[in-house]
Nanobody, 119 residues
Framework: QVQLVESGGGLVQPGGSLRLSCAAS????????MGWYRQAPGKQRELVAV???????NYADSVKGRFTISRDNAKRTVYLQMNSLKPGDTAVYYC?????????????WGQGTQVTVSS
């Protein structure tokens, strides 16, 4: 079992910045991918950014150039630096970890943290 605990959400004005953190605990898989998804009211959960334990990243087109995902493998923590925030970024942000054990994928989610971009 893996536990994911997010922090860093809050209220910010348009154009502002926030940094989200997600710390993992529990069992460790040698191959995994950590990432952030978000869900706005009335919308489906969508990918924001992911990063493999080798450092390969992937971003949603809507956040490219504004958000940066990084990870500290020693601390088992993933970060999401969000700059130039827009009202459309308002959502609950969820930390996600996918772990490969052979051909089986184990997926874990955090509890979510609210990000509100408003003046």
């Amino acid at each position: 079992q893996v536990q994911l605990v997010e922090s860093g959400g809050g209220l910010v004005q348009p154009g502002g910045s926030l940094r989200l953190s997600c710390a993992a605990s529990g069992i460790t898989f040698s191959r995994n991918e950590m990432g952030w998804y978000r869900q706005a009211p009335g919308k489906q959960r969508e990918l924001v950014a992911v990063i493999t334990n080798g450092g390969t990243t992937n971003y949603a087109d809507s956040v490219k150039g504004r958000f940066t995902i990084s990870r500290d493998n020693a601390k088992r923590t993933v970060y999401l630096q969000m700059n130039s925030l827009k009202p459309g970024d308002t959502a609950v942000y969820y930390c996600n970890q996918r772990n490969w054990l052979g051909s089986t994928i184990y997926t874990y989610w955090g509890q979510g943290t609210q990000v509100t971009v408003s003046s």
